[in-house]
C-alpha cells in the first residue's frame, strides 16, 4: 500500500464542526453502539465528515471526530490514513474522478482512460483542475470487472467506457450536470455484451407471473400427483431365497492339521542330542 499522508498545513482549514443535523446524525450513531465501544464509529462518523466537507477529510476534522468518540488523534488518523476511501487532500468541487486500474480493467483500456484524465483535469492525480472544480485518482478494483473499463464519481459508477464517452462524462460534470449512470454501451446491467441467451421469457423476470397462482398451481399438482402415488397398492414383491441352515453348534470342532514331517525330524533330532557335559570341580575341592 502507498504512503497516505495528511494534505499539507497550507491547504488545512482552521477548525471543523458538524452542522446541526449531522450533529443530531453523529449522536444517534454513536448510541447505537455499547458502553465504552463508542470508537466503533469512528468510520461513520468520518465518512459524514468528509460528505460535509465537500469530499476529503482534513485534521481539524479528525481530531475533532476523535473528540466526539474520546479516541486520541492519532487513532483516527490511523483509520482515515489506512482506508483509501477517505481523501486526505481537497477534491474537485464538482466532481472526483476515480479509474479503476486493475488487471481486467487494465486489458479493456484503463490506460486510455487515464490518459483523458491527465489532458482534461491534471497531469498529476490526486491535483485539482485550474478551477478547483475537478481532480481524479487512480484506483484498485471498483467491482465492476464484467463492463470493464470504468470509473466511479462518489457512489456513481460509469462502465463500459471509451475515452470519448468519458471525456463527454468529464464535461458535463464541469457544466454542473449529472451525466447518466452505469453501462455507456446500451447494455443492460451486466449481461453479456452479445445479448443474453438464456432466461430471455420475459415472464421470467418482468413480474407478470406474481399473484397470478401459477407457481402455486403447479405446487400443488406435484404435491398431488406423489400422494396418488403414495396411495396406489404396492406390486407384490418375490419371495426372497432361503438362506442355507447354519451348522449345529454340536458338531465336533475340526481336526487339527497334520504337523509337518520336518518339523517331527527337528523335535526328534533335539532329543536325540546328549546332556550338555558338566565341568570338573576345580582341583583341591571335594564334592559334597
Known amino acids: 500500500m502507498s504512503v497516505r499522508r495528511l494534505a499539507p498545513k497550507e491547504l488545512q482549514p482552521e477548525s471543523f464542526a458538524f452542522t446541526a443535523e449531522n450533529l443530531a446524525w453523529a449522536e444517534n450513531t454513536i448510541a447505537k453502539y455499547p458502553a465504552g465501544r463508542q470508537a466503533s464509529a469512528v468510520i461513520p462518523l468520518l465518512m459524514r465528515a468528509q460528505e460535509q466537507a465537500g469530499g476529503w477529510v482534513s485534521e481539524p476534522a479528525m481530531r475533532y471526530v476523535g473528540d466526539m468518540l474520546g479516541m486520541a488523534p492519532i487513532r483516527v488518523y490511523e483509520v482515515a490514513t489506512f482506508y483509501t476511501q477517505f481523501q486526505l487532500l481537497p477534491v474537485g468541487r464538482k466532481a472526483h474522478i476515480q479509474v479503476c486500474g486493475t488487471t481486467p480493467c487494465m486489458l479493456k483500456g484503463a490506460g486510455d ?5 491527465k489532458n482534461k483535469i491534471h497531469a498529476e492525480p490526486f491535483h485539482l483542475n485550474e478551477s478547483g472544480t475537478l481532480s481524479w485518482e487512480e484506483v484498485e478494483c471498483a467491482g465492476a470487472c464484467v463492463n470493464a473499463p470504468m470509473v466511479q464519481v462518489v457512489n456513481e459508477v460509469f462502465e463500459d467506457l471509451t ?4 471525456e463527454g462524462i468529464i464535461d458535463a460534470f464541469e457544466r454542473g450536470e449529472k451525466p447518466t449512470t452505469g453501462p455507456q454501451n446500451g447494455r443492460k446491467s451486466s449481461e453479456p455484451v452479445t445479448g443474453l441467451r438464456v432466461l430471455t421469457s420475459p415472464e421470467l423476470y418482468d413480474g407478470s407471473m406474481v399473484g397470478t397462482g401459477v ?3 403447479a405446487a400443488r399438482e406435484a404435491i398431488a400427483a406423489r400422494a396418488a402415488a403414495a396411495a396406489a397398492p404396492k406390486p407384490a414383491e418375490p419371495a426372497a431365497a432361503a438362506a442355507p441352515a447354519a451348522p449345529p453348534k454340536s458338531d465336533p470342532a475340526p481336526a487339527k492339521p497334520p504337523v509337518a514331517e520336518a518339523v ?16 570338573p570341580p576345580p582341583a583341591g575341592e571335594k564334592g559334597n
Open 113 to 117: 482512460l487515464m490518459k483523458v484524465c
Open 163 to 166: 475515452p470519448e464517452i468519458l
Open 215 to 217: 407457481g402455486l398451481a
Open 264 to 279: 517331527k525330524a527337528a523335535g526328534s533330532a533335539d532329543s536325540d542330542k546328549p546332556s550338555k557335559p558338566v565341568a
